[in-house]
């Protein structure tokens, strides 16, 4: 069944009113008809069983036949600070992180990367990876549609991710920040991750193809992130986020 999200504004007593751009996919691409049924979200937990019943040239009107809440969110809120990377690969990264839970996305411009976006270009890209989102949540069942946030500098990011209750940094050098003699890497790593409780938010810094500067990671440490290990293997950029992801859904998950 198909699932669309709305404005808790466009939900009545016992109607909800579709607008934008969900008109025309839903006349025009999809070729529904009066009498099919969907699913519309509030993205405030909320979810509607509707049955279609009229159209207009501006909007898609559904009738309301139960209303339920969804659980699907995680407890935790998860900011994936992800660095550019170059070609498309920022569109499987958003796609796959809002299928794990992430609540959202903050690009950011870090030394090494090879991608320059000007205003123009910006404007576009998030454009495009919202809309990666939005399908990505709607396929997943989510709750919401995380937000892809404008592009911020390594420094701005850094500001931002003071907020999150847990900050983590994967590192391909971690091993040399984590031994103590006693525990390797990742077993240091394992601790780090199993002391993040469900109802704690999370930021999670993911470097570009070629990884973050020492600066940056000293940096980073400095404003309380905690570097960690995903193994032995360096994992591609586009990767890594996902592998953490993946880790702290399954230890959040209620």
Known sequence: ????????????????????????????????????EIIVSDGYGNEYGCRLC??????????????RRVASELSSRITLFQCLPKGDKMELIVQKAVELGVSEIVPVASRRCVVKLDAK??????????????????????????????????????????????????YECAE????DGQNSAMQRTREILNSVQKGQSVGIFIGPEGGFEK????????????????????????????????????????
């Open 1 to 36: 069944m198909y699932h669309f999200f709305v404005e808790p504004s466009q939900v009545h007593t016992d109607e909800i009113e579709i607008l934008g751009g969900d008109v025309n996919h839903i006349s025009s691409v999809l070729r529904m008809k009066a009498g099919e």
């Open 54 to 67: 009229r159209f207009t040239e501006t909007a898609v009107y559904a009738g309301i036949l139960e209303k």
């Open 121 to 170: 270009k910006e404007m576009n890209k998030r454009k495009r990876w919202q809309a990666v989102a939005e399908s990505a949540a709607k396929q997943s069942g989510r709750a919401m549609i995380p937000q892809v946030l404008p592009v911020v500098c390594f420094s701005d990011a850094l500001l931002q991710a003071k907020e999150p209750d847990v900050c983590l940094i994967p």
């Open 176 to 179: 040399e920040l984590l031994k």
């Open 215 to 254: 600066e940056e990671i000293e940096a980073a440490m400095q404003m309380g992130a905690q570097p960690v290990s995903l193994g032995k293997r360096i994992l591609r950029t586009e990767t890594a986020g996902l592998c953490i992801l993946s880790v702290l859904m399954f230890q959040l998950e209620e």
